[in-house]
């Protein structure tokens, strides 16, 4: 499985983002597809999560600002991202979740600045 993530870049608090995971390979081997982000001498944390028969998990400082979803004819999960608040700065990396390995993406760099 090979996982290349889109869509990061430079935001003032209050703005938006829409990031994107391309998924290809094994795609069959998926059960779930996981967004992650990692804050500058933080430990990385689980942000979202959606399975492919489609549902979703967030961790409590996201919910009703960001929204996880698949395009599964595209193989793409996407996160939406709104109210952007300068502690969702980060690299934010997707994982592909399956009944062996998990497989991480490269990672894209979100900063929440004005």
């Known amino acids: 499985v090979q996982l290349v993530e889109s869509g990061g870049g430079l935001v003032q608090p209050g703005g938006s983002l829409r990031l994107s995971c391309a998924a290809s390979g094994s795609i069959s081997s998926i059960y779930s597809i996981a967004w992650y982000r990692q804050a500058p001498g933080k430990q990385r944390e689980l942000v979202a999560r959606?399975?492919?028969?489609?549902?979703?998990n967030y961790v409590d400082s996201v919910k009703g600002r960001f929204t996880i979803s698949r395009d599964n004819a595209k193989n793409t999960v996407s996160l939406q991202m709104n109210s952007l608040k300068p502690e969702d700065t980060g690299v934010y990396y997707c994982?592909?979740?399956?009944?062996?390995?998990?497989?991480w993406g490269q990672g894209t760099q979100v900063t929440v600045s004005s």
């Open positions: 994982k592909a979740e399956t009944l062996g390995p998990d497989y």
């Open positions: 959606i399975s492919w028969s489609g549902n979703t």
